[in-house]
């Protein structure tokens, strides 16, 4: 593998899913209706991927993801992998988007590598640089599936952490950098008993793990549920800024954050790709709140970036690119 | 002996039928005059759903709404619909209504919607349900000169008139939703404005029953002093989310007056609900708040956070727990569909 260097002042990196490629489409397509077989639905999905990677690498991201090629939905991809899920019915996520809300109905078990296939394939052609080994977390998992089976929140949620931990082995084993935890669903109940219970499940997923540590959270009161994260056994928070004007950037400083921050700058929900300078000015705002320095905060859009054309996608990670060049060359002095 | 009556609180999930027709309303693949047809078809099912299963008032479902705030936002000047955004706790996410000045009607919502219920619902009532005003300001973006609590009594007249219409074209139930005043973040003064927001819309409803109704969790004691002050006939609360709170809140405090509504069915989760939790919920209830003669039963929220299959299933147990309620403490179930029938076929 050739080599590559991460910047070390604002690497740039990716929150996980990309705008889903035709070839991916149609892979999901046709195994919802059951036509493909494993190697064509791999084949389709790798030719995605390629894809994904060579945009990432056209807009000079460092550290990337598979783009999440194979997964029609955070929570449903994971589920249809274990054992003790049911398949589930249509329940609707926004407007006429929906999703297939998986249903537990058994104890959940490990079964095999569930994202594994594609992780290797994006770091094969990734020219050497790394990618994140990117996980829907226990807490989410559950919140956003049925549970005809545990009645105990925390039972299922420590279950799911251990299976989830099973899955990170599996990227350790093969000399995995970074491990992504994503939770959006501790963000919409900002109390210290769930902020606590999602930290316990953290505990099974991390403990004795050497890779980065990252745990991302989006879109909801991220202010309220801070003050009770601040302990978890994470290296890095990647937490969505600029979706919700950066009203967070005080509270960092208030709570005394030091962990590295994965750095949301860019706007998935919104067409509007954000300018150089508007993005470079958001890095410039924290830099001057004095909170971590450059070598702690990792430039990313604030979740997946799947919901975007993928033209718009190119170009807001380009110049979010380019706006860490200029804030490492202001901030720290690097090229 | 107390009468018990049961109604769902909300909107029903989409079917295939609505699914198919929405996404082709949306992208233009079908006619306007076509996608309504569809979806009167589609809605005929959970009204049917409801009254089999008993409900003493049914409601359309809302199978068009993309959410609770949309109709009526896109029926206003000076709103407009940004991005989305999560929903309470849930995975699911709605579109912020963005004000940029006082919400003036361009056409009414209801109105329509509830002479077309009224005949499919017979013999039970026609539910209308309204956001409530100040969820609406809280959730969604004040761009205006006018200060929140000028905008939440704008709404509500913006409200008022859908709700006098609807109730002149038949509707007998209107129900205002403020799920904020459960919210952690509520304040006191919040509580008072959306208060008055509902009185306000409630004094145009003339006959017809009105609920303030909040769910996805259970309001804080000061925020619960506010609503019990409003001029509405009920109160709506979630019981099923926190029930011990919730009681503890109707000991506490009350029902000032109102009549109650109980959130006794678990709407977000689809497994069968426990009876005797139910009884008990309902007991305690009663317990606190004696002079009560009429308690409704409810679904916790909205259905529409389940898929079908479960929705109607929900609506058949919360039926059959109102009845088997009354039978077990010595009351009467009020069940349009069993009274006796009206001589329909006479001529
Ligand atoms: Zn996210």
């Known amino acids: 593998m050739a080599a590559y260097t991460v910047p070390k002042a604002f690497p740039t990196t990716v929150v996980g899913s990309y705008p889903k490629l035709p070839s991916a489409r149609e892979a999901l397509r046709r195994q919802r209706k059951g036509g493909i077989s494993e190697e064509e639905f791999k084949k389709l999905v790798r030719e995605a991927i390629r894809g994904v990677i060579e945009d990432y690498i056209w807009a000079g991201v460092d550290i990337l993801s598979d783009g999440e090629q194979s997964r029609e939905d955070m929570v449903v991809y994971f589920a249809e992998r274990l054992r003790g899920y049911a398949p589930g019915e249509w329940v609707r996520i926004f407007d006429n988007v929906y999703f297939r809300k998986p249903i537990i109905v058994d104890k959940v078990e490990w079964v095999s590598p569930m994202a594994l296939d594609d992780w290797e394939y994006a770091r094969s052609i990734s020219g050497g640089r790394p990618v994140k080994v990117i996980l829907t977390g226990p807490y989410t998992m559950l919140e956003w599936s049925f549970d005809l089976h545990y009645g105990d929140r925390r039972e299922a949620i420590l279950d799911l952490a251990r299976v989830i931990r099973r899955e990170v082995d599996e990227y350790l084993a093969k000399g995995a950098e970074y491990v992504q935890i994503d939770e959006p669903a501790l963000s919409t109940r900002p109390w210290r008993e769930e902020a606590e219970l999602a930290g316990e499940a953290l505990e099974v997923i991390f403990r004795g793990v050497s890779a980065k540590r990252i745990v991302h959270i989006c879109f909801g009161r991220i202010e309220r549920i801070l003050p009770y994260i601040l302990d978890y056994p994470v290296d890095q928070f990647d937490l969505e800024f600029k979706n919700s004007d950066f009203r967070l950037l005080p509270y960092l400083k208030e709570y005394g954050y030091d962990k590295e921050l994965g750095y949301g700058v860019v706007d998935v929900h919104s067409l509007q790709v954000e300018s150089v300078e508007e993005i470079k000015k958001a890095i410039d705002d924290l830099m001057k709140l004095d909170i971590i320095g450059p070598e702690k905060v990792y430039i990313d859009p604030d979740c997946g970036l799947k919901r975007l054309p993928r033209e718009i996608a190119r170009e807001k990670l380009k110049n979010m690119v380019e706006a860490a060049r200029l804030a490492r060359r202001e901030w720290a002095g690097e090229e | 002996m107390a009468k018990f009556w049961a109604s769902v609180l ?307 147990i919360l039926g059959l727990y109102t009845e088997r309620l009354a039978a077990d403490l010595g009351g009467e179930a009020v069940i349009p569909i069993t009274a006796k029938p009206e001589p329909y076929l006479a001529g």
């Open chain 2, 10 to 316: 909300g909107g029903y999930p989409r079917g295939r039928l609505a699914r198919y027709t929405m996404r082709d309303l949306d992208s233009g693949a079908l006619e306007p005059y076509r996608g309504l047809v569809e979806l009167e078809r589609a809605s005929a099912l959970v009204v049917g759903a409801q009254l089999a299963s008993g409900m003493r008032f049914v409601v359309d479902g809302m199978l068009d709404w993309h959410d609770i705030f949309r109709p009526f936002a896109e029926a206003w000047r000076n709103v407009y619909l940004d991005g989305i955004i999560r929903y309470f706790d849930n995975n699911f996410f709605y579109r912020i209504p963005v004000f940029r000045g006082e919400p003036e009607p361009q056409r009414l919502v209801l109105p329509g919607r509830v002479k077309g219920l009224k005949m499919l619902a017979e013999p039970a009532g026609v539910k209308v349900v309204v956001p409530g005003p100040l969820t609406m300001v809280k959730m969604g973006r004040n761009e205006s000169d006018l200060s929140d609590y000028e905008l939440v009594d704008k709404i509500a007249s913006a409200l008022a008139l859908e709700v006098r219409e609807a109730v002149a074209n038949g509707a007998v139930f209107v129900q205002i939703d403020e799920p904020f005043l459960s919210d952690p973040e509520a304040s006191r003064d919040d509580a008072r404005a959306a208060a008055e927001a509902a009185s306000r819309i409630a004094r145009e409803a003339g006959t017809a029953l009105t609920a303030l109704a909040v769910y996805f969790d259970t309001p804080k004691p000061d925020i619960y002093e506010e609503i019990i002050d409003s001029k509405v006939s009920l109160v709506s609360l979630d019981v099923g989310d926190a029930p011990a709170r919730a009681i503890g809140l109707l000991r506490e405090k009350g029902c000032g007056g109102h009549g109650l509504v109980l959130g006794v069915i678990d709407a977000r989760r689809i497994h069968d609900d426990s009876y005797s939790n139910v009884r008990e919920f309902v007991i305690k209830a009663l317990d606190a708040c004696r002079e009560l003669e009429e308690v409704g039963l409810t679904t916790t929220t909205w259905l529409d956070l389940v898929p079908l299959r479960f929705s109607l299933r929900k609506t058949y």
